[in-house]
T-cell receptor, first 113, second 111 residues
């Protein structure tokens, strides 16, 4: 059981470039989420999914797209990167039970120049 | 929208003392309140959680209390040790799929 995996670990982009952050889980979890973590601001929810084919916006969705074609994968797309998107990105997953634990991936550190 | 406020942002204690971190939430429908510990460069990991039908929960040196009427919940760490030094996050969840986090508390335990 690998748990929640994320690739890449580190990425540097130039303003205006696009890229996809990958997230996968092998625990058959229905719920998956993307967070960004900035100093002094905790973890802010970008997008989440309650199952394949279903996604919704979180607190800070602008500039990011997601899709969920399979239970295992939940990629996060930056269409046109901006310096304000420099952050550490965490993917997380959990079962559909409301009070079950949320498991985090190791994170992706993104720098936009 | 939903909001979780966390205080203090930084907390420094002597080894062996207690540490208390407090959070308030805005969404009265929130029913699950996890606490995460994040060490430098690592992912957040759950340390304790409490459900809305419980007022207090304890696990060895850590305990969490919940006051639903006031929409407050707190983390208590007793007999602190240097390895407790980390950033702690509270969170509130409604229905389990949308979790909102507090801004975090950086805890320093001085030996």
């Amino acid at each position: 059981n690998a748990g929640v995996t994320q690739t890449p670990k580190f990425q540097v982009l130039k303003t205006g470039q696009s890229m996809t952050l990958q997230c996968a889980q092998d625990m058959n979890h229905e719920y998956m989420s993307w967070y960004r973590q900035d100093p002094g601001m905790g973890l802010r929810l970008i997008h989440y999914s309650v199952g394949a084919g279903i996604t919704d916006q979180g607190e800070v969705p602008n500039g990011y797209n997601v899709s969920r074609s399979t239970t295992e994968d939940f990629p996060l797309r930056l269409l046109s990167a901006a310096p304000s998107q420099t952050s550490v990105y965490f993917c997380a997953s959990k079962t559909s039970q409301p009070t079950d634990t949320q498991y985090f991936g190791p994170g992706t550190r993104l720098t936009v120049l | 929208g939903e909001n979780v406020e966390q205080h203090p942002s930084t907390l420094s204690v002597q080894e062996g003392d207690s540490a208390v971190i407090k959070c308030t939430y805005s969404d009265s429908a929130s029913n699950y309140f996890p606490w995460y510990k994040q060490e430098l460069g690592k992912r957040p990991q759950l340390i304790i959680d409490i459900r809305s039908n419980v007022g207090e929960k304890k696990d060895q040196r850590i305990a969490v209390t919940l006051n639903k009427t006031a929409k407050h919940f707190s983390l208590h760490i007793t007999e602190t040790q240097p390895e407790d030094s980390a950033v702690y996050f509270c969170a509130a969840s409604t229905g389990g799929f949308k979790t909102i986090f507090g801004a975090g508390t950086r805890l320093f335990v001085k030996a």
